[in-house]
């Protein structure tokens, strides 16, 4: 099975900062991609899919990119409400996948 | 408005069953394949098992398979996920959610225990 990595596992960063986060598959996806964002004691919202698409929504300093087996999630402007886990997903075949998540806290 | 919502959790015993429920509104229910997503207390995101829109394709995670069935009744509306011989580490929420370019709802989740 193709197997789904992040990094960084977490990140302190200043309000306004610019924040990226990469996945990781272990064999191409294509752009079957997907990113969440789960607050705390919430549940998950799709932000991305297709790896860059913005879901209705969700404010555009979100944005996704990549193909293949490499893949993005940058916040251009970190919020106090952005503090959260965000995990990505491959969706092109079963299993379909999580990483293990990013923890991102405001420093 | 999409909406999704699980019931049927609690807590059961190892070597025990439990049958969730995910009952649909707001969209073209057939039409949709649907997953369950689990969650373990403090751990992250793991996808368990789909079905497709007419019921006829089913896939599941390595870690449930031959112990989970997943199905649908698309008269009712509703998604389920029979979960027999439970052990301790099956202990999560459970989500249910609507696959569109990955899942894009989600209901509230439905808390599984195994414990004795």
């Known amino acids: 099975d193709i197997q789904m990595t992040q990094s960084p596992s977490s990140l302190s960063a200043s309000v306004g900062d610019r924040v990226t986060i990469t996945c990781r598959a272990s064999q191409g996806v294509s752009n079957y991609l997907a990113w969440y964002q789960q607050k705390p004691g919430k549940v998950p919202k799709l932000l991305i899919y297709g790896a860059s698409a913005l879901q209705s929504g969700v404010p555009s300093r979100f944005s996704g990119s990549g193909s293949g087996t490499d893949f993005t999630l940058t916040i251009s402007s970190l919020q106090p409400e952005d503090v959260a886990t965000y995990y990505c997903q491959r969706y092109n075949s079963a299993p379909f996948t999580f990483g293990p998540g990013t923890k991102v806290e405001i420093k | 408005e999409v909406q999704l919502l699980e019931s049927g959790g609690g807590l059961v015993q190892p070597g025990g069953s439990l049958r969730l429920s995910c009952v649909a509104s707001?969209?073209?229910?057939?039409?949709?394949?649907l997953s369950w997503v689990r969650q373990a207390p403090g751990k992250g995101l793991e996808w368990v098992s789909a079905v497709s829109g007419n019921g006829a394709i089913t896939y599941y995670a390595d870690s449930v398979k031959g112990r989970y069935t997943i199905s649908r009744d698309n008269s009712k509306n509703t998604l389920y996920l029979q979960m027999n011989s439970l052990r301790a580490e099956d202990t999560a929420v459970y989500y249910c959610?609507?696959?569109?370019?990955?899942?894009?709802?989600w209901g509230q989740g439905t808390l599984v225990t195994v414990s004795s």
């Open positions: 959610a609507k696959d569109s370019r990955g899942h894009d709802s």
């Open positions: 707001g969209f073209s229910f057939s039409s949709y394949a």
